[in-house]
């Protein structure tokens, strides 16, 4: 036949994770507290609290010594199990892992003068333990947290200084592990910032909507540049190795085949995809600067500004896909509900925390993001969060197994239309702590691991059904699903 049907042979198949929802050991080795160390398990789980952080919050959880009300602080203690874990990805046969550096594992207060050497031990003895497995690392400079410290300096990512110490970081780590890390990730999801805290580490809770729209900008555009000067480098460092940018997409449909909910619809997938347009095309689309004028944002810019975004554009374009959302018109033909929880798509049904469910929808992500850009493409996450139940020492996911094999399915249908996917990490193959309400029950994983809401329990791993089954689906290459 003309055309790909299956995946192709070196398709890089795995699981994604992140520091602070795994590593634990958050006081030890002279690591320093991190903006996702301060934000306590939610009370809803259906409402996003991750970003209700304040000075008086902040003041709470820093005088809080301990784990208890503050779970990515304990993790699921991969910091002392690690070599236990891997060896069972390696069991499922992965051919990349997904990981975070947390930045102040090596530089606690994110722009100390020397590398904490015990940091970066840790994470070359991960290094180790993958290569013993021929797993690729798939790293994410930064995933969701940064040192506290740079948000009582500087206001985390609301002043440009925190740019030069991203960079003298990622310079670090590029040096000591650069040769044998392939693949790179800048910001994860990195148009959340949009949202707040925990992407950007600036407090902004006392302001009005627009200085916080003002604010959120100016530090997302610190960030593109961070972005793309750590592109710069690693492509000096490390010639061999490429980088990705990452985007939390958000596939919108309009509520109706009127034009003013398509349009609203196109605005609001603008917004979304601005992000990736920067990083992948080298510079701000129009249509973002319409909005910031018709907002009375004004990101102010260094006259290099721009040229450094043009001469640095990433290797490969990589996001995470859980959902998609509608999106209607206002009267006034600006949109509502195009938000995580807003509009109801009444074809889809919805997972216990009511995250709408489309494998469709990633097969025609797929597609226009290839359209759209023209660069490989990675799914760095995609899963499904559940509550299990653990009965006789077995857990028969199978809800789990069918939300990943329809995705899957959609995958290799996007491949057959001629998208260039180089891999899929699925979200969380070991359950860990969600990152938008820090809960241990809503798991992600092919492999258990015995710990509650409180931090009680063994933290035994144990297999899944779903443990197998996506062992054999590597072990075919996506033909046995
Ligand atoms: C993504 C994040 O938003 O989705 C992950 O990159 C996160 O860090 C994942 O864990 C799932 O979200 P949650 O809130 O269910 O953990």
């Known amino acids: 036949s003309k055309y790909p049907q299956n995946f192709p042979e070196n398709f890089l198949w795995g699981g994604a994770t992140a520091a602070n929802q795994i590593e634990g050991a958050w006081n030890l080795d002279g690591k320093g507290l991190t903006t996702a160390e301060v934000v306590a398990k939610a009370e809803n789980r259906k409402k ?261 975004l043009a001469a640095n554009p990433v290797d490969f374009v990589s996001f995470s896909y859980y959902m998609t959302t509608v999106t209607q018109a206002n009267q006034d033909g600006t949109a509502v509900g195009n938000m995580a929880t807003g509009g109801r798509n009444p074809y889809l049904q919805e997972s216990a925390w009511g995250w709408q469910i489309d494998p469709i929808g990633l097969r025609i992500t797929l597609n226009e993001m290839w359209d759209r850009y023209q660069k490989p493409l990675f799914v760095v996450e995609n899963g499904l969060g559940a509550l299990d139940k653990l009965v006789n020492g077995k857990i028969h996911d199978i809800y789990r197994i069918n939300y990943l094999r329809q995705h899957i399915q959609q995958m290799k249908e996007a491949i057959s239309d001629g998208v260039h996917l180089m891999g899929y990490t699925m979200w969380g193959p070991i359950d860990l702590i969600s990152f938008s309400t820090s809960e241990m029950s809503k798991r992600y994983g092919f492999i258990y691991v015995d710990q509650d809401d409180q931090g009680n329990g063994s933290l035994r791993r144990i297999r899944k059904d779903s443990f197998y089954w996506y062992q054999k689906v590597i072990d075919s290459n996506g033909e046995n699903l």
């Open 48 to 308: 996003m609290s991750m970003d209700a952080v304040n000075e008086a919050v902040l003041a709470t959880a820093i005088a809080d010594q301990t784990a208890i009300n503050y779970p990515k602080r304990r993790g699921i203690d991969f910091y002392h199990h690690y070599a236990e874990d891997i060896k069972l990805f390696a069991e499922m046969g992965f051919k990349v892992f997904r990981f975070s550096i947390a930045w102040a594992r090596i530089f606690p207060n994110g722009d100390d003068q020397h590398p904490n050497e015990a940091g970066l031990k840790f994470y070359d003895q991960v290094l180790d333990e993958l290569e013993k497995y021929q797993i690729e690392p798939l790293i994410t400079l930064s995933h969701y947290e940064m040192p506290l410290a740079l948000t009582k300096k500087y206001n985390g990512w609301a002043d440009r200084r925190t740019i030069a110490a991203f960079t003298n970081y990622t310079k670090t780590v590029f040096k000591r592990y650069g040769k044998r890390v392939k693949y790179w990730l800048t910001f994860n999801e990195i148009n959340t910032g949009t949202w707040g805290f925990h992407a950007t580490g600036a407090l902004d809770q006392d302001s009005t909507k627009n200085e916080q729209l003002q604010l959120r900008y100016q530090a997302l555009h610190h960030q593109l540049i961070a972005s793309a000067l750590a592109t710069k480098q690693l492509h000096q460092l490390c010639p061999m190795s490429k980088m990705g940018c990452m985007l939390a997409r958000m596939q919108t449909y309009p509520a109706t085949p009127n034009p003013v909910d398509v349009q609203a619809a196109q605005v609001a997938d603008q917004k979304n995809l601005f992000f990736t347009d920067v990083q992948a095309r080298g510079e701000y689309p129009n249509f973002m600067n319409r909005y910031f004028a018709e907002h009375g944002i004004k990101i102010t810019m260094h006259p290099t500004d721009q040229q450094i």
